[in-house]
């Protein structure tokens, strides 16, 4: 037998997670002197300047290694959310996070819940410790809660719900969670991933008060990131909010440095800056208005988003218009293999030249 073989056979089921193109290769490939990154939802805005201000004052102090359970970082985060600080578990952005919840209540044998067209990472983490996956049918693009609740079973151990979900941007109401949260038996761990929470609290009156629902689900974790409104997707820092037997248990797994000194300072002076979060919710409900009125104009159909990007339906020439914006500096996101969605692209939420550029572009490609 070979090493290879020696390995649990679902490994080879899984494809690699393919991210959005860097700028840099772009320009690369297609000899270009300007590329519109539009393909991983970034903030067009960066971040703040209280974070660029905390990093600057503290490169002196990169030769340390940085503090394993980040103090200050849990303190900030338990005053902004009003939570204690034992509910809190640090990840290497939320996806480290996610992973640990599969690490912890997945492996061979027992399955997860998830939606089609869900954020891919669910599917990697169980099929990486030999679990199965359940991928119940999406109703409108949307999470079919109730369907995914019935398909709970005795050897479910992780249920994953994205609010709202990436890449279709389609997002659950407060009434919907509540009730996937009572169907769902207390020794199923249920995951409310909330990458784009700041974003759809923005967008959706409904959205769900994940921390009041944490009060009466102890199975419930909520996980969200620093990566999108506050700009700091290099940095890599994400966070989980639960209850605190979960978070000790979680703790046990969690690598003792996972999120880096940098990161921790720049994470919580990002909580700070409350006037780069408000120009940052500005900017995308902007930028949302203007790409879906360029959509209907030019006669196409798009998914309505509660987050800062939106996804487009482009028909059978999805394939061609992607590679067609490439080469004209515009890098979106297919959706084809990962998510099932060859006739869709994702389009996140730019600065207003940016999208006006892109509609531009559509608009001669069309």
């Not at 990486?128 to 991928?135: E, L, Q």
């Not at 769900?208 to 629902?213: A, F, G, K, R, V």
């Not at 080469?327 to 996101?333: F, H, K």
């Not at 730019?350 to 069309?366: K, P």
């Amino acid at each position: 037998m070979s090493l290879l073989e020696r390995l649990h056979p679902q490994i080879f089921d899984i494809a690699p997670y393919q991210p959005g193109l860097p700028e840099a290769e772009v320009r690369r490939l297609h000899q270009l002197d300007r590329v519109d990154k539009l393909a991983s939802n970034e903030n067009p805005l960066g971040c703040g300047a209280l974070v660029q201000r905390a990093l600057s004052e503290s490169l002196d102090s990169v030769h340390r290694y940085p503090e394993g359970d980040a103090p200050l970082l849990k303190r900030a985060l338990a005053e902004a959310l009003s939570v204690e600080p034992e509910c809190i578990v640090l990840g290497n952005g939320s996806n480290e996070v996610l992973e640990l919840a599969a690490q912890l209540w997945v492996h061979p044998g027992r399955n997860v819940v998830v939606s089609d067209h869900a954020f891919v990472v669910y599917r990697l983490a169980a099929l990486g410790r030999g679990g199965a996956v359940r991928s119940i049918a999406a109703r409108d693009f949307a999470h079919d809660l109730e369907a995914m609740a019935e398909a709970v079973d005795d050897q479910t151990g992780v249920v994953f719900i994205a609010n709202p979900n990436n890449p279709t941007g389609t997002c659950a109401g407060a009434g919907a969670i509540w009730e996937l949260l009572n169907a769902v038996p207390d020794d199923v761990l249920v995951v409310l991933d909330e990458a784009y929470s700041e974003y759809a609290r923005a967008l959706r009156p409904d959205y769900p008060d994940s921390l009041e629902l944490l009060r009466s689900h102890r199975n419930l974790v909520v996980t969200r990131t620093f990566s999108k409104i506050h700009g700091l997707a290099a940095l890599r820092v994400g966070y989980a909010l639960c209850a605190p037997e979960l978070a000790e248990v979680f703790n046990r797994v969690r690598q003792p440095f996972n999120v880096n000194h940098l990161a921790q300072l720049a994470a919580a002076a990002a909580l700070a800056d409350a006037e780069h979060q408000e120009r940052s919710l500005r900017c995308n409900a902007e930028g949302l208005d203007q790409l879906c009125a360029g959509f209907g104009a030019l006669g196409l159909e798009w998914i309505p988003s509660a987050g800062n990007f939106v996804t487009v339906h482009l028909g059978g020439r999805s394939g061609d218009i992607y590679q067609r914006l490439l080469q004209r500096g515009l890098a979106v996101r297919e959706l084809g293999a990962a998510y099932q969605m060859p006739d869709h692209l994702r389009i996140t939420v730019g600065a207003e030249g940016q999208n006006a550029r892109l509609l531009r572009a559509l608009e001669s490609l069309l």
